[in-house]
Protein backbone atom coordinates (compact mmCIF):
# COMPACT_ATOMS: atom_id res chain seq x y z
CA UNK A 1 0.00 0.00 0.00
CA UNK A 2 2.92 2.53 0.98
CA UNK A 3 4.65 1.88 -2.18
CA UNK A 4 1.24 2.44 -4.43
CA UNK A 5 1.25 5.59 -2.35
CA UNK A 6 4.38 6.73 -3.11
CA UNK A 7 3.71 5.87 -7.06
CA UNK A 8 0.87 8.32 -6.70
CA UNK A 9 2.75 10.88 -4.99
CA UNK A 10 5.19 9.93 -8.24
CA UNK A 11 2.79 10.53 -10.76
CA UNK A 12 0.68 13.51 -9.46
CA UNK A 13 4.16 15.84 -8.57
CA UNK A 14 4.43 16.27 -12.51
CA UNK A 15 0.96 16.33 -13.80
CA UNK A 16 0.02 19.16 -10.91
CA UNK A 17 3.24 20.78 -11.56
CA UNK A 18 1.96 20.88 -15.49
CA UNK A 19 -1.53 21.31 -14.68
CA UNK A 20 -1.14 24.41 -12.80
CA UNK A 21 1.74 25.96 -14.74
CA UNK A 22 -0.45 25.58 -18.15
CA UNK A 23 -3.55 26.96 -16.47
CA UNK A 24 -1.55 29.77 -15.01
CA UNK A 25 0.20 31.07 -18.08
CA UNK A 26 -2.47 32.39 -20.26
CA UNK A 27 -3.55 35.02 -17.85
CA UNK A 28 0.05 35.70 -17.20
CA UNK A 29 0.18 36.07 -20.50
CA UNK A 30 -2.27 38.96 -20.80
CA UNK A 31 -1.71 41.04 -17.48
CA UNK A 32 2.16 41.04 -18.64
CA UNK A 33 0.93 42.16 -22.42
CA UNK A 34 -1.29 44.94 -20.46
CA UNK A 35 0.87 46.21 -18.93
CA UNK A 36 3.84 46.15 -21.25
CA UNK A 37 5.86 44.17 -19.68
CA UNK A 38 7.83 42.80 -22.87
CA UNK A 39 10.88 41.42 -24.32
CA UNK A 40 11.32 43.45 -27.19
CA UNK A 41 13.86 42.35 -29.97
CA UNK A 42 17.37 43.71 -30.28
CA UNK A 43 20.96 42.06 -31.80
CA UNK A 44 21.25 39.54 -29.15
CA UNK A 45 17.34 38.53 -29.47
CA UNK A 46 15.73 36.98 -32.53
CA UNK A 47 11.99 37.15 -32.43
CA UNK A 48 10.94 39.46 -34.60
CA UNK A 49 7.85 40.74 -32.17
CA UNK A 50 7.82 41.76 -28.50
CA UNK A 51 7.15 38.65 -26.39
CA UNK A 52 5.59 39.05 -22.27
CA UNK A 53 8.34 37.86 -20.04
CA UNK A 54 6.91 36.53 -17.18
CA UNK A 55 6.38 33.15 -17.60
CA UNK A 56 8.85 32.44 -14.12
CA UNK A 57 6.10 33.43 -12.46
CA UNK A 58 3.81 30.51 -13.18
CA UNK A 59 6.32 28.01 -12.72
CA UNK A 60 7.56 29.38 -9.55
CA UNK A 61 4.16 29.69 -8.59
CA UNK A 62 3.12 25.97 -9.40
CA UNK A 63 6.37 24.22 -8.10
CA UNK A 64 5.87 25.59 -4.76
CA UNK A 65 1.48 25.26 -4.72
CA UNK A 66 2.37 21.26 -6.08
CA UNK A 67 4.90 20.91 -3.48
CA UNK A 68 2.75 22.23 -0.74
CA UNK A 69 0.01 19.52 -2.00
CA UNK A 70 2.42 16.89 -1.74
CA UNK A 71 3.13 17.71 2.13
CA UNK A 72 -0.27 17.27 3.02
CA UNK A 73 -1.08 14.41 1.40
CA UNK A 74 2.21 13.39 3.47
CA UNK A 75 0.85 14.95 6.61
CA UNK A 76 -2.81 13.40 5.77
CA UNK A 77 -0.69 9.83 5.89
CA UNK A 78 0.93 10.92 9.40
CA UNK A 79 4.54 9.84 7.41
CA UNK A 80 7.75 11.70 7.34
CA UNK A 81 8.11 14.65 4.59
CA UNK A 82 11.08 13.62 2.54
CA UNK A 83 9.77 16.13 0.20
CA UNK A 84 10.22 18.90 2.75
CA UNK A 85 13.76 17.45 3.90
CA UNK A 86 16.15 20.75 3.89
CA UNK A 87 13.26 23.09 1.83
CA UNK A 88 12.92 25.66 4.37
CA UNK A 89 16.68 26.98 3.20
CA UNK A 90 16.03 25.65 -0.23
CA UNK A 91 13.11 27.79 -0.52
CA UNK A 92 14.51 30.86 0.67
CA UNK A 93 17.20 30.91 -1.46
CA UNK A 94 15.19 30.54 -4.46
CA UNK A 95 12.43 33.30 -3.10
CA UNK A 96 15.67 35.69 -2.99
CA UNK A 97 15.72 35.00 -6.44
CA UNK A 98 12.77 34.72 -8.08
CA UNK A 99 11.57 38.09 -5.97
CA UNK A 100 15.09 40.15 -7.45
CA UNK A 101 14.44 38.71 -10.89
CA UNK A 102 10.68 39.93 -10.93
CA UNK A 103 11.52 43.31 -9.57
CA UNK A 104 14.10 43.08 -12.53
CA UNK A 105 11.43 42.36 -15.08
CA UNK A 106 8.88 45.08 -13.65
CA UNK A 107 10.91 47.65 -12.87
CA UNK A 108 14.67 46.73 -13.54
CA UNK A 109 17.39 45.67 -11.00
CA UNK A 110 21.07 47.37 -11.20
CA UNK A 111 23.76 43.93 -12.30
CA UNK A 112 25.86 44.95 -9.02
CA UNK A 113 21.88 44.29 -6.95
CA UNK A 114 21.30 40.86 -8.64
CA UNK A 115 24.97 39.45 -8.32
CA UNK A 116 24.89 40.12 -4.85
CA UNK A 117 21.36 38.80 -4.24
CA UNK A 118 22.56 35.42 -6.31
CA UNK A 119 25.33 35.16 -3.96
CA UNK A 120 23.34 35.23 -0.94
CA UNK A 121 20.86 32.76 -2.25
CA UNK A 122 23.91 30.62 -2.99
CA UNK A 123 25.22 30.93 0.66
CA UNK A 124 21.79 29.48 1.76
CA UNK A 125 22.05 26.84 -0.05
CA UNK A 126 25.49 25.70 0.81
CA UNK A 127 25.44 26.81 4.55
CA UNK A 128 22.31 24.83 4.76
CA UNK A 129 24.12 21.90 3.78
CA UNK A 130 22.28 21.03 0.86
CA UNK A 131 24.88 21.58 -1.54
CA UNK A 132 28.88 21.50 -0.73
CA UNK A 133 30.80 18.88 -2.53
CA UNK A 134 34.03 18.49 -0.82
CA UNK A 135 36.01 16.73 -3.25
CA UNK A 136 36.48 17.05 -6.94
CA UNK A 137 36.70 14.20 -9.82
CA UNK A 138 37.20 14.67 -13.95
CA UNK A 139 35.89 11.29 -14.38
CA UNK A 140 34.40 8.14 -12.81
CA UNK A 141 37.85 5.91 -12.43
CA UNK A 142 39.88 9.07 -12.27
CA UNK A 143 41.51 10.30 -8.42
CA UNK A 144 39.61 12.91 -6.91
CA UNK A 145 41.28 16.05 -5.48
CA UNK A 146 39.95 17.19 -1.73
CA UNK A 147 38.88 20.95 -2.00
CA UNK A 148 39.24 22.14 1.11
CA UNK A 149 38.01 24.75 2.46
CA UNK A 150 37.48 26.04 -1.17
CA UNK A 151 34.78 23.87 -1.43
CA UNK A 152 31.97 26.59 0.05
CA UNK A 153 33.24 29.38 -2.03
CA UNK A 154 33.98 27.43 -5.47
CA UNK A 155 30.03 26.17 -4.82
CA UNK A 156 28.73 29.70 -4.33
CA UNK A 157 30.51 30.67 -7.05
CA UNK A 158 29.46 27.90 -9.12
CA UNK A 159 25.55 28.61 -8.64
CA UNK A 160 26.36 32.11 -9.03
CA UNK A 161 27.83 31.43 -12.36
CA UNK A 162 25.60 29.01 -13.41
CA UNK A 163 22.81 31.18 -12.66
CA UNK A 164 23.69 34.26 -14.91
CA UNK A 165 24.50 31.46 -17.74
CA UNK A 166 20.94 30.28 -18.05
CA UNK A 167 19.77 33.74 -17.86
CA UNK A 168 21.74 34.75 -20.89
CA UNK A 169 19.73 31.72 -22.85
CA UNK A 170 16.18 32.49 -22.04
CA UNK A 171 15.96 34.67 -25.19
CA UNK A 172 15.26 31.78 -27.68
CA UNK A 173 12.03 29.97 -28.24
CA UNK A 174 12.39 26.74 -26.63
CA UNK A 175 15.94 27.13 -25.19
CA UNK A 176 15.98 27.52 -21.63
CA UNK A 177 13.11 25.57 -21.26
CA UNK A 178 14.68 22.24 -22.82
CA UNK A 179 17.90 22.91 -21.41
CA UNK A 180 16.01 23.18 -17.96
CA UNK A 181 13.97 20.07 -18.23
CA UNK A 182 17.40 17.91 -19.40
CA UNK A 183 19.07 19.61 -16.76
CA UNK A 184 15.70 18.33 -14.29
CA UNK A 185 15.68 14.73 -16.10
CA UNK A 186 19.28 14.03 -15.35
CA UNK A 187 19.13 15.35 -11.05
CA UNK A 188 15.70 12.57 -11.32
CA UNK A 189 18.15 10.05 -12.63
CA UNK A 190 21.25 10.66 -10.55
CA UNK A 191 18.58 11.18 -7.49
CA UNK A 192 17.21 7.92 -7.92
CA UNK A 193 20.68 5.70 -7.98
CA UNK A 194 22.69 7.75 -5.59
CA UNK A 195 23.13 5.90 -2.03
CA UNK A 196 21.17 8.31 -0.08
CA UNK A 197 18.60 8.93 -2.29
CA UNK A 198 16.56 12.07 -1.79
CA UNK A 199 12.66 12.34 -2.80
CA UNK A 200 12.10 13.60 -6.49
CA UNK A 201 8.91 15.20 -6.04
CA UNK A 202 10.47 18.49 -6.00
CA UNK A 203 12.30 17.71 -9.55
CA UNK A 204 9.08 16.22 -10.55
CA UNK A 205 6.64 18.76 -10.10
CA UNK A 206 9.70 21.27 -11.74
CA UNK A 207 9.56 18.82 -14.80
CA UNK A 208 5.91 19.55 -15.23
CA UNK A 209 5.63 23.27 -14.87
CA UNK A 210 8.74 23.49 -17.76
CA UNK A 211 6.98 21.28 -19.83
CA UNK A 212 3.74 23.28 -19.53
CA UNK A 213 5.98 26.42 -19.99
CA UNK A 214 7.32 24.85 -23.40
CA UNK A 215 4.10 24.75 -24.67
CA UNK A 216 3.87 28.30 -24.35
CA UNK A 217 7.37 28.82 -25.49
CA UNK A 218 7.92 26.65 -28.54
CA UNK A 219 8.44 28.96 -31.70
CA UNK A 220 6.74 31.42 -32.19
CA UNK A 221 6.88 31.92 -28.24
CA UNK A 222 4.39 33.49 -26.51
CA UNK A 223 5.96 34.43 -23.61
CA UNK A 224 9.53 34.31 -21.88
CA UNK A 225 11.03 32.77 -18.53
CA UNK A 226 11.95 36.29 -17.52
CA UNK A 227 14.46 37.08 -15.12
CA UNK A 228 12.47 35.88 -12.54
CA UNK A 229 12.40 32.50 -13.60
CA UNK A 230 15.59 31.90 -15.63
CA UNK A 231 17.65 32.96 -12.30
Request: net charge positive; with cysteine; aromatic share 8%.
Amino acid sequence: MLQSMNLLRFGLAPLLGFVLAYLMIPPVIRYATKLQMLDFPDRRRIHRTAVPRLGGVAVFLSIVLTVLVLIGLHDLQGEAVPVSTGLLPLGLALGVVFLTGLVDDVRGVRPRSKLIAQAIAATIVVASGNLAPRAFMFATGFSSFSLGWLAAPLTVLWIVGVTNAFNLIDGMDGLAGTAALIGIAVCIWLDAFSPGRQSPELMLAAAGAVLAFLAFNASPARIFLGDSGSM
